[in-house]
C-alpha cells in the first residue's frame, strides 16, 4: 500500500510540474528574458493594465508633482474600468492620482492607453507607444 | 532587494516560537517558516499599536520595538530537540524554482497586486500609518476598503525597510510564503510524498489561479499552521498557541480567514468533541474578526461583511455546483483533488485525516453559501473561484498528509 501510495503522489505531482510548464509555454514568451512590469506575461496577449503600468510609470518622472491624474481605456467609456487608475495609483506616488470622473473637477491630466482620448476639454501632452497623455485645457 | 530582505528578516521578530516544544521538534525550514509567520503577526502587531497609537511610522518607531521583540525571542527561544530527517526536499526545490521562474517572468501575477493589494500598502506607508482619513479617503473606497489589513502592513513593513515599494519583491514573499507553508507540512507530518504533492499541487494551483501578489499565499501559510498544529502536534500547548496564531494570521489576512476560522471551529466540535479546544483555538481570532467588524462598521466603510444579510437564489445552487466543480478542474481533470483523495483513500490511517476533510467539505459549503448571494454567479466564480478553492484543495492535502501514519521519524526517508 505504501509504495502505491508514494507512485500515487510522486506521479500526481510530475503530472501537476508538467501542467505548471505548459500553462507557461502556453502564455508565451520571450522566456528568458526579464520582463518591463509584473503584468507582462499573465496572458498570451497582453493586458491594458500592463500598458497603464509602462505609462504610468514614464508619466510619474514628467508630470508635476501633486498634479491630478486619471488613468482611462477610452474604448470603454463611459464605464471607465477603475482599475487603471488604481494601478496609476501605486506607480504615481507623487502625484494624485483620482477615479476616472469627468463630471466633475477635471483631473488636470489623463492617461490613455490603447486609443485615443477625443474630448474638447483635453489636449495631447506627449505620447508613448503604450499610449497618450492629455493635459486640461485651462 | 532591500525591500526583499525585508521579507527575508521577518522570522526574527518570531523567534519567540521557538520555544515551543512542538517546534523544536520540527526542522530548520519548519522552524523558520514558523517564526516567520510569527514575525508577520509581531511586524503588524506593531505598526497596527503605533497607528492606534497615532504615532507615525518612521524607521526609528517601528525599528525599536521590532528589535525589543527580537532580543527578547533569541533570549526565549530554546534549541532544537534532534528533529528528524525528511525526504522529498530536491523534488520540492524544483518545483520552487520553476515557481519562482513564473513569479520573476511575470506570469503568475495576480492583477489584484495592483489594482489595490499594492497601493493600499502605498497609502498607509504615505500616511506613516493607517489613519482613519486614509481608510476613508476616495482612492482607499476602491480599493476593497474594508479588507482585513495584514497583507498591506507587511507589504508597508517593506517599504519602511526599503523606502519604495517593490512590486518584485512583493511577489517573491508569495513564493516564500507558499513554499514555507510546504516546509512546515514536510516536517510537521514527517511524509516526503505527501509534502511534495502538496509543493506540486499549491505550485500549480496557486499559479493558476494567479494568486502571486496577493493575499492568498499569506492565507493559505497561516491556514497550513492551524491545520498542522492540529493534525500533527502532538504537544498540547504548541497545538493550541500555533493553531490560534494561525487562526488569527488567516482572519487578519482575507475575508475567508473568517470562514476558516468558522469552520476549523466547528471541525473541532463535530470530529472531537471538545469545546474547550474549540474555544481556546477560536476566541483570539474571535476578537479580531469582531474588531475588525466593528471598526469598519463604526467609520462606515464596510462594505463585505454586510453581504451576508443579502437574499439568497436558491436558483442559483446548481449554477453555482456546476462552475464550481469545472473551476475546481484547474485545468487538470480535477487532478489535485484526485491525487490528494487517493492518498487519503490508500493510507492506514484516517482518524487524523478526519478533522481537515470535515474543514475542506464546510469551506466549500462557505463558498457555495456565499455564490448564491446572487442570481448568476457564473462571472463571480470564474473570476474568484480558483482562488477561494485554495482552502479546501489545502485542507484536503493535509488530510492526505495525515491519512498515513509513520512508524519511525526515519521513515519518510
Redesign the interface.
Known amino acids: 500500500m505504501s509504495r502505491i501510495r508514494a507512485a500515487v503522489a510522486w506521479g500526481a505531482a510530475a503530472l501537476l510540474t508538467i501542467a505548471l510548464v505548459r500553462h507557461y509555454a502556453w502564455l508565451g514568451g520571450p522566456y528568458f528574458t526579464f520582463p518591463e512590469t509584473v503584468q507582462d506575461h499573465v496572458w498570451p496577449t497582453p493586458f491594458a493594465s500592463r500598458d497603464v503600468i509602462v505609462l504610468a510609470r514614464h508619466a510619474a518622472t514628467i508630470l508635476p508633482r501633486n498634479a491630478t491624474v486619471t488613468a482611462i481605456e477610452p474604448s470603454l467609456a463611459p464605464n471607465y474600468d477603475v482599475t487603471h487608475f488604481l494601478t496609476a495609483w501605486g506607480v504615481m506616488p507623487h502625484q494624485r492620482v483620482v477615479p476616472p470622473k469627468f463630471d466633475q473637477e477635471l483631473p488636470q491630466f489623463v492617461l490613455a492607453v490603447r486609443s485615443d482620448f477625443p474630448d474638447a476639454r483635453y489636449r495631447l501632452h506627449s505620447a508613448t507607444p503604450q499610449g497618450k497623455i492629455y493635459e486640461v485645457i485651462r | 532587494m532591500i525591500a526583499f530582505a525585508a521579507y527575508l528578516a521577518l522570522p526574527l521578530f518570531g523567534l519567540a516560537i521557538l520555544r515551543l516544544t512542538g517546534v523544536r521538534t520540527l526542522d530548520l525550514a519548519a522552524r523558520l517558516a514558523l517564526a516567520g509567520a510569527a514575525g508577520v503577526l509581531s511586524v503588524s502587531a506593531v505598526l497596527s499599536v503605533l497607528s492606534v497609537l497615532s504615532i507615525p511610522w518612521s524607521r526609528t518607531s517601528v525599528f525599536v520595538p521590532l528589535a525589543a521583540i527580537a532580543i527578547a525571542g533569541f533570549l526565549l527561544r530554546k534549541k532544537a530537540l534532534n528533529p528528524p530527517r525528511v525526504g522529498g526536499l530536491a523534488?520540492i526545490a524544483?518545483?520552487a524554482v520553476?515557481?519562482a521562474?513564473?513569479l520573476?517572468?511575470?506570469?503568475?501575477?495576480s492583477?489584484d497586486?495592483?489594482?489595490?493589494w499594492?497601493?493600499k500598502s502605498?497609502l498607509f506607508y504615505?500616511s506613516d500609518g493607517v489613519t482613519i482619513a486614509a481608510l476613508q479617503s476616495?482612492?482607499n473606497k476602491?480599493?476593497n476598503p474594508d479588507y482585513p489589513l495584514l497583507l498591506p502592513l507587511v507589504y508597508a513593513w517593506s517599504q519602511i525597510v526599503a523606502r519604495q515599494?517593490s512590486?518584485?519583491a512583493a511577489?517573491a514573499a508569495s513564493g516564500l510564503f507558499l513554499f514555507a507553508s510546504v516546509m512546515i507540512v514536510r516536517s510537521a507530518s514527517r511524509d516526503a510524498?505527501?509534502a511534495?504533492?502538496m509543493?506540486?499541487?499549491l505550485?500549480?494551483a496557486v499559479?493558476?489561479s494567479?494568486s502571486s501578489?496577493a493575499a492568498e499565499p499569506l492565507l493559505l501559510l497561516f491556514e497550513i499552521i492551524t491545520l498542522c498544529a492540529l493534525v500533527f502536534i502532538e504537544d498540547e500547548r504548541t497545538q493550541t498557541i500555533l493553531a490560534a496564531l494561525g487562526l488569527i494570521g488567516a482572519a487578519a489576512t482575507k475575508i475567508e480567514g473568517a470562514t476558516f476560522s468558522t469552520a476549523v471551529v466547528l471541525a473541532i466540535l463535530i470530529v472531537r468533541r471538545d469545546w474547550k479546544l474549540a474555544i481556546r483555538i477560536g476566541a483570539p481570532a474571535a476578537v479580531v474578526i469582531a474588531g475588525w467588524m466593528a471598526f469598519v462598521r463604526g467609520y462606515e466603510i464596510s462594505l463585505l461583511y454586510t453581504a451576508g444579510t443579502m437574499p439568497m437564489f436558491f436558483s442559483a445552487i446548481p449554477i453555482a455546483l456546476t462552475e464550481l466543480t469545472r473551476t475546481a478542474g484547474y485545468?487538470?481533470w480535477g487532478?489535485?483533488w484526485?491525487?490528494a483523495i487517493?492518498?487519503i483513500v490508500?493510507?492506514?490511517t484516517r482518524r487524523a485525516a478526519a478533522l481537515p476533510i470535515v474543514v475542506s467539505i464546510l469551506t466549500i459549503g462557505a463558498a457555495i453559501f456565499f455564490y448564491i448571494h446572487m442570481p448568476d454567479p457564473r462571472v463571480w466564480i470564474a473570476g474568484s473561484g480558483p482562488r477561494v478553492l485554495l482552502t479546501p484543495l489545502c485542507a484536503l492535502l493535509i488530510a492526505?498528509a495525515a491519512s498515513?501514519r509513520i512508524a519511525s521519524p526515519d521513515a519518510a526517508r
Not at chain 2, 497586486?113 to 489595490?116: I, P
Request: aromatic share 20%; hydrophobic share 55%.
Open positions: 523534488a524544483v518545483i520553476l515557481f521562474y513564473g520573476f517572468t511575470a506570469r503568475i501575477t492583477g497586486l495592483h489594482f489595490f499594492g497601493p502605498i504615505q476616495l482612492s476602491y480599493m515599494f512590486w518584485w511577489l510524498h505527501a511534495v504533492l509543493a506540486a499541487a505550485g500549480y499559479a493558476k494567479y501578489g485545468g487538470v487532478l489535485p484526485i491525487a487517493a492518498l490508500t493510507g492506514d492526505a498515513h
